[in-house]
């Protein structure tokens, strides 16, 4: 059978901050720079998932591409678009909102909905020149 990878691309609008609480301020401006702004900074975020897995011979899809898009939707774009990441969204309380986090996190929170048959890939562009992808753990 055929592997064939199908992508949804998406966009949220975000704030966040870069700091460690149990730094000063001097010590988070010296890692951090600009990113560590106490009034925090925003990003156009772009997303693109991708996932991976064998046509299915019935339907001709590895995933129906309207139940991708309903999922980035319900679990990503409504939980992240337009909020502070540090203060409004509960995975981010403890955790630095780092692109290479955020994405984490993505991933984690669509893996549950997507057959563990397939594999999930998250690339996440916080600027059009600075993207991360992740594809699990190892």
Same mark, same amino acid.
């Not at 949220?12 to 010296?30: G, I, P, S």
């Not at 562009?125 to 190892?138: A, L």
């Given at each position: ?46 997303? @693109? ?5 064998? @046509? ?43 692109a290479e986090n955020i994405s984490v996190v993505i991933w984690e929170k669509l893996?549950p909905h997507i057959s563990s048959e397939k594999d999930l890939s998250i690339t996440l ?14």
């Open positions: 059978m055929n592997k064939v990878t199908v992508c949804r691309k998406a966009h949220f609008n975000a704030a966040h901050r870069l700091y460690r609480k149990d730094w000063n301020d001097a010590q988070n401006e010296a890692i951090f720079d600009k990113c560590s702004n106490p009034y925090f900074h925003g990003h156009n975020y772009e997303l @693109i998932v991708s996932v991976t897995g064998e @046509i299915d011979a019935e339907t001709g899809y590895v995933m129906d591409m309207k139940v991708l898009k309903d999922l980035i939707k319900l679990h990503i774009e409504d939980a992240f678009d337009h909020k502070n990441l540090n203060e409004q969204v509960p995975e981010f309380s403890t955790l630095i909102p780092t893996r562009y916080e600027t059009p020149r600075n993207y991360v992808k992740f594809s699990g753990p190892n």
